[in-house]
């Protein structure tokens, strides 16, 4: 069955300039902390390619945090990060469940989808699901934002750039970190870090335990709530992490480490809008059929829905802001096995064994007026065949668990003071991510405010099936990388060539739909050492995102041939940039110009499979 051709045709060009300078409170974009009483800005290295290197001496532009930055600035989640960091955007919704970063303008359309526009690693691990990306409780040394596609090297859908978190590692002394910040609202988070040789040389270990709680500054004004039930932006989340670095001798080195992140938070503070709704107006757009109403919002979303509000309304005032829901959880379980091997001054061998177990469900409410709802449909007797009216407010549950496998093998020779560096890689990965959607009516005045299910899946009270699919998929692919140092002037070429297979199975229609997907992802550079402390540098890179399925059914509407599958999504991205170090080393310049090409979106030819 051949599935039609969606064309997405956007280009953007920018440009993009960052400072950081000493003295002084704000490092906007460095890396770089100043280091103590020095003037200078202290180095920090980073492995955006995949090798370590200093910041400033990187053809590509990175913002990047050391752990000292991310205490002296506050952070503590990706929204943080994405605050700090020009290019970057972080959004989370009324929940995590649907969180999407999004680099340079390149919006996730589908926020439910199992596959992103930004790729997001833990020590170079892919995190396949979007409510899995926001570990900022983690022990984390470095935070990497490598801005523009980062397909050729990392692969696994960097169509508009890839995040990185680096952990911390065990140092060569045995030391103890402790952290601890209260304030207002209940707001309550600690962090303990116990780590060092057990056996000096040859074994070192560190663990890590971290908690965040907070009542949230909002609160939720739907009548009857006492204690607990009006907290909006509530949180209760704890990680923990193990990690282990080996070194049987000088030439072999293993890392092993483990981490476990447990989010239990409540729905942020908002309120619904729907053109469609009576109550409700856009302020822009064409007329929704049969009434006076504007279809869409344009411009500043306004603080207050009163805005939006028609005469039919019956909204209350102050903040009732929506039905008491319990709203987002997540598990996620990340394992990684490192090997290194040196096998010569100039030559080495990685391997790297990656697992990511998540699971994550949202339970919220898209009511446009919680208190006194419009005359509509129950959807919970509509799931029996039932056709029952009257005035009742939706819940909708979306539940996941994802499962993440990655193998890749990495050799890389990198002489000191070598012109010629290479790397040539292989990898593979596997996933399967089951994926609920489902919805129920409460009468006007109740609402669910303690979850009824015992699982990420369990749909218990929720018997209105939108989506049930299980998404699954093989990739393996084969990179390399070499550059050259014709004296100041530096030429690199990456090239990955991957294959995907990729099906999901639709249970409502007993339906299976699946495809291969091929391509070949090139990134080229120079950089020229205009002098000691500028770096000129221009590329021109092909960002790639899987192609996919969006199923056979969707509730109750049948979903058109044409739209079950769609292909891979590809961008060409064409950047110039500088990076200066001035003022005696006391100033940071970077700039970055870049243009970006969003035309391809390659047709799939989908084959349909009956199921029993």
Aim: proline share 4%.
């Amino acid at each position: 069955m051949r599935m039609s051709n969606y064309s997405w045709a956007p280009s953007s060009v920018a440009l993009a300039v960052t400072m950081a300078l000493v003295p002084g409170a704000m490092l906007p974009m460095s890396a770089l902390a100043q280091s103590g009483s020095a003037a200078d800005l202290a180095e920090i290295v980073v492995t955006a390619r995949k090798r370590e290197e200093s910041l400033q001496d990187v053809p590509i532009a990175v913002t990047a945090f050391s752990s000292e930055q991310l205490v002296k600035r506050g952070i503590s989640e990706l929204e943080d990060v994405a605050m700090a960091t020009p290019g970057l955007v972080f959004e989370d919704f009324s929940s995590s469940f649907s969180a999407a970063p999004v680099m340079r303008g390149l919006t996730q359309v589908n926020v439910s989808s199992e596959v992103q526009n930004v790729a997001t690693f833990v020590d170079g691990v892919y995190l396949q699901r979007g409510y899995s990306v926001d570990i900022g409780l983690a022990d984390v040394s470095r935070i990497e934002v490598v801005k523009g596609p980062q397909s050729a090297l990392y692969g696994q859908n960097a169509f508009g750039g890839a995040i990185n978190y680096v952990l911390n590692k065990p140092g060569e002394e045995f030391e103890g970190d402790v952290e601890l910040t209260t304030g207002t609202d209940g707001r309550l988070d600690y962090k303990l870090a116990l780590g060092g040789p057990l056996v000096d040389g040859v074994l070192g270990v560190r663990a890590y335990f971290g908690h965040s709680e907070f009542d949230g500054t909002w609160k939720n004004e739907y009548p009857g709530l006492t204690g607990d039930q009006k907290l909006l932006g509530n949180r209760d989340d704890e990680t923990y992490s193990l990690m282990a670095v080996i070194t049987p001798s000088d030439a072999v080195s293993i890392e092993l480490s483990y981490m476990h992140v447990d989010r239990d938070d409540g729905m942020k503070p908002g309120w619904n809008v729907n053109s469609g709704d009576a109550q409700n107006s856009g302020n822009c757009g064409p007329i929704v059929p049969g009434s006076t109403r504007l279809r869409y919002i344009c411009g500043e979303i306004a603080l207050s829905p009163v805005s939006y509000q028609t005469a039919a309304s019956t909204r209350g005032t102050g903040n009732v802001i929506n039905i008491p829901v319990p709203g987002f959880r997540n598990e996620t379980d990340f394992y990684r096995a490192d090997v290194g091997i040196e096998v010569s001054d100039a030559l080495s061998l990685v391997y790297q064994y990656g697992k990511v177990k998540a699971g994550g469900q949202e339970i919220s409410s898209p009511a446009v007026n919680a208190i006194s709802p419009t005359f509509g449909l129950n959807l919970s007797a509509f799931a029996s065949g039932v056709f029952e009216f009257g005035f009742f407010n939706a819940i909708q549950k979306e539940g996941s668990i994802n499962n993440f496998d990655s193998h890749e093998l990495r050799l890389d020779y990198a002489p000191e003071g070598g012109a010629l560096k290479t790397t040539l890689g292989l990898y593979r990965s596997e996933f399967e991510d089951v994926y609920l959607f489902n919805l129920a009516s409460f009468p006007a005045g109740q609402f669910m405010e303690q979850d009824p299910t015992s699982g990420f899946l369990d749909m218990t009270g929720f018997p209105f099936t939108l989506r049930n699919l299980t998404n699954s998929g093989k990739t393996q692919a084969i990179f390399g990388a070499v550059s050259y140092a014709f004296n100041k002037l530096t030429v690199s070429a990456e090239l990955r060539y991957s294959k995907e297979d990729k099906a999901v199975l639709d249970t409502r229609a007993n339906l299976t739909l699946s495809d291969e997907f091929s391509n070949t992802i090139p990134r080229f550079t120079l950089d020229y050492q205009y002098s000691d402390d500028t770096l000129l540098y221009a590329s021109a890179a092909k960002g790639l995102k899987t192609g996919g399925f969006n199923g056979i059914n969707a509730g109750a509407v049948t979903i058109p041939e044409d739209e079950r599958a769609f292909g891979p999504e590809s961008n060409w991205t064409y950047e110039i940039g500088a990076k200066s170090t001035l003022l005696d080393g006391r100033m940071l310049l970077n700039v970055a110009l870049f243009n970006v090409d969003w035309t391809e979106h390659a047709d799939s030819g989908a084959t349909v499979q009956h199921t029993s």
